[in-house]
């Protein structure tokens, strides 16, 4: 999912702001660092699912504020179900489907079951381009929607890029790299999101990215404006998706957490 959606994902279980604050930007950074090399080191739900664990046992003061990794988790599975599995991310349902996660020393946290169960409640196959363009537009109305009703996210947003200081001790050692190195990765994606700026800058910057993705990926070209238009102009849509969303993400956060 996209970032402000993950910022909510907190916030649907944890109310305390110096907590919302620190385990959304540990949600953020999972996402912002996958980009620090040109090859991701393996599936990003391992990849997120090993960072817990060492987290746990390497930085133990901070538990259990990086549980919020486990949310981005779900929320990611749920988006692959409900908006479709890009072009470039079709091994994922290969992985999730059969890596043994018990083998990872992973048993207690039941990703699969969590998939299954979602998926036999919410997915519907998606075919071609069409659907998968499709539902990249559902999640840009899921943040346009978060723009528009939850203020606080884009102010959580903002203050990630000193919060992120916090976790730089434990992402610099799980990745083996400099702290100065993934700050600067944390940057450079942050400010592709245009914190704070206008939400018609926002959705502008969004669909821009949309319209570059489909034509690379796809070889289709899009309406920008005409897809501009829909969303800024339907916020009963976008709240509706949103809401939508955010029903099946608690079912899979309660499955997560309690089997």
């Known amino acids: 999912m996209l970032p402000r959606r993950h910022i909510l994902d907190v916030w649907e279980l944890i109310k305390?702001?110096?907590?919302?604050?620190?385990?959304?930007?540990?949600?953020?950074?999972?996402?912002?660092?996958?980009?620090?090399?040109?090859?991701?080191?393996?599936?990003?739900?391992?990849?997120?699912?090993?960072?817990?664990?060492?987290?746990?046992?390497?930085?133990?003061?901070?538990?259990?504020?990086?549980?919020?990794?486990?949310?981005?988790?779900?929320?990611?599975?749920?988006?692959?179900l409900m908006y479709g599995i890009p072009g470039t991310r079709r091994y994922a349902i290969d992985n999730i489907e059969t890596v043994n996660y018990s083998e990872k020393n992973m048993e207690i946290y039941p990703v699969i079951e969590v998939w299954n169960n979602l998926k036999s409640k919410v997915y519907k196959k998606k075919h071609g381009a069409e659907d998968i363009i499709e539902g990249f537009i559902k999640k840009i109305r899921i943040e346009m929607d978060v723009l528009e009703r939850f203020p606080f996210v884009e102010e959580v947003f903002f203050e990630s890029k000193d919060t992120i200081k916090e976790w730089l001790p434990s992402f610099a050692s799980y990745y083996d790299e400099s702290r100065k190195k993934v700050r600067g990765a944390y940057d450079r994606w942050w400010a592709l999101w245009l914190c704070s700026s206008g939400k018609e800058e926002i959705l502008g910057a969004m669909v821009d990215r949309l319209a570059s993705q489909a034509e690379r990926e796809y070889e289709t070209i899009i309406d920008k404006d005409k897809v501009f238009s829909s969303i800024i102009s339907d916020p009963d849509t976008n709240r509706a998706e949103n809401e939508f969303f955010t029903k099946w993400y608690k079912e899979g956060v309660n499955l997560l957490l309690k089997i």
């Open 16 to 80: 305390d702001k110096e907590d919302l604050k620190s385990m959304a930007t540990i949600s953020l950074a999972i996402d912002a660092i996958k980009y620090m090399h040109n090859e991701p080191k393996k599936d990003h739900l391992v990849e997120a699912l090993e960072l817990n664990e060492f987290i746990c046992f390497m930085f133990p003061a901070k538990r259990p504020r990086n549980r919020s990794l486990l949310y981005h988790i779900v929320s990611d599975l749920l988006g692959l």
